[in-house]
């Protein structure tokens, strides 16, 4: 099975920053794009950031110029560098991966556990 183990999530006054953590491990062959989504009470999950396996990232409109997303293909991580943040960030933080698993073909779609962000003075 695989796993996605998140980190870096709490309570930020606004202006201030907070770096999001995800580690994918289990049986792993590859990794294609990794992203974060979040989601909060009463809306529907967005994409905030995505990255492929070859460093192409996409960003949400909302936070392009404060959010940078990274990842290390060799420690299969993925971080959220989150800067000026507003309270309309405040939302669960959610890690994606697509894993294409040893004796398995095509990728699946996996998802951590979720992180709280919460932007609020």
């Known amino acids: 099975q695989v796993q996605l183990v998140e980190s870096g999530g709490g309570l930020v006054q606004p202006g201030g920053s907070l770096r999001l953590s995800c580690a994918a491990s289990?049986?792993?062959?590859?990794?294609?794009?990794m992203g974060w989504h979040r989601q909060a009470p009463g809306k529907q999950r967005e994409l905030v950031a995505a990255?492929?396996?070859?460093?192409?990232?996409n960003y949400a409109d909302s936070v392009k110029g404060r959010f940078t997303i990274s990842r290390d293909n060799a420690k299969n991580t993925v971080s959220l560098q989150m800067n000026s943040l507003k309270p309309e960030d405040t939302a669960g933080y959610y890690c994606?991966?697509?894993?294409?698993?040893?004796?398995?073909?095509?990728?699946?779609?996996?998802w951590g556990q979720g992180t709280q962000v919460t932007v609020s003075s």
């Open positions: 990255i492929t396996s070859g460093g192409s990232t």
């Open positions: 289990g049986s792993i062959l590859s990794i294609g794009a």
């Open positions: 994606h991966a697509q894993v294409v698993r040893y004796g398995r073909s095509g990728y699946t779609n996996y």
